[in-house]
């Protein structure tokens, strides 16, 4: 039996997960994923990504990071932003949901979208939103976790391998 464990990142753990963090987001863009990172890209470019643009975010209390193990393993990430303007009080965002491809079809995901309306409720919010490419294996997983469309922007963005442009959907959820 599979094991899954969920924890929100505290500042003093996140440079010990830095590298975990940095594969996944290699391993998850080199699969495909559409997370606004372009192939080639490399552990190094991960590292760069979490130590200069998310862990500061997270230290100044502005963003989330829960972390998915899977028997012990790190096997995911999810961010929420939770400082938005002073106009949406209410709403946070959720960014870069990523599952390790050698980890996918355990629950992870799903695991880290409960955690991110748990994280939610916690901040005192009552909206989520988030953006997906069109048609991307985590639309569904969005919509089971409650999510409904608020509606796609064709040729929002290209494909990680720079071939074409891809449609994004964004997604809402009131908690």
């Known amino acids: 039996m599979t094991r899954i464990a969920?924890?929100?990142?505290?500042?003093?753990?996140?440079d010990a997960h830095?590298?975990?963090?940095?594969?996944?987001?290699?391993?998850?863009?080199?699969?495909?994923?559409?997370?606004?990172?372009?192939?080639?890209?490399?552990?190094?470019?991960g590292l760069e990504f979490f130590t200069t643009q998310v862990?500061?975010?997270v230290?100044?209390?502005?963003?989330?990071?829960?972390?998915?193990?899977?028997?012990?393993?790190t096997a995911g990430s999810v961010q929420l932003i939770i400082a938005l303007p002073p106009n949406q009080p209410h709403r946070c965002e959720v960014a870069k949901m990523m599952v390790a491809p050698a980890a996918r079809r355990n629950g992870i995901g799903r695991a880290l979208m409960q955690a991110v309306d748990a994280e939610a409720r916690a901040a005192g919010?009552?909206?989520?939103?988030?953006?997906?490419?069109?048609?991307?294996r985590?639309?569904?997983?969005?919509?089971?976790?409650?999510?409904?469309i608020a509606g796609v922007i064709p040729g929002f963005a290209l494909d990680p391998d720079g071939r074409a442009l891809h449609a994004?959907?964004?997604?809402?959820?009131?908690?």
Do not use: C, N
């Open 18 to 45: 830095a590298e975990a963090l940095a594969q996944i987001m290699a391993d998850t863009v080199t699969d495909g994923a559409a997370i606004g990172y372009m192939q080639p890209f490399a552990l190094e470019h």
């Open 168 to 175: 994004t959907t964004y997604m809402y959820k009131t908690l």
């Open 125 to 136: 919010k009552s909206l989520i939103t988030l953006d997906t490419r069109t048609g991307d």
């Open 138 to 148: 985590a639309e569904p997983l969005y919509r089971t976790a409650g999510f409904e």
């Open 55 to 57: 862990f500061p975010e």
């Open 6 to 14: 969920i924890h929100a990142l505290a500042a003093d753990e996140l």
């Open 59 to 73: 230290r100044a209390g502005r963003r989330r990071l829960l972390l998915a193990r899977l028997d012990g393993a």
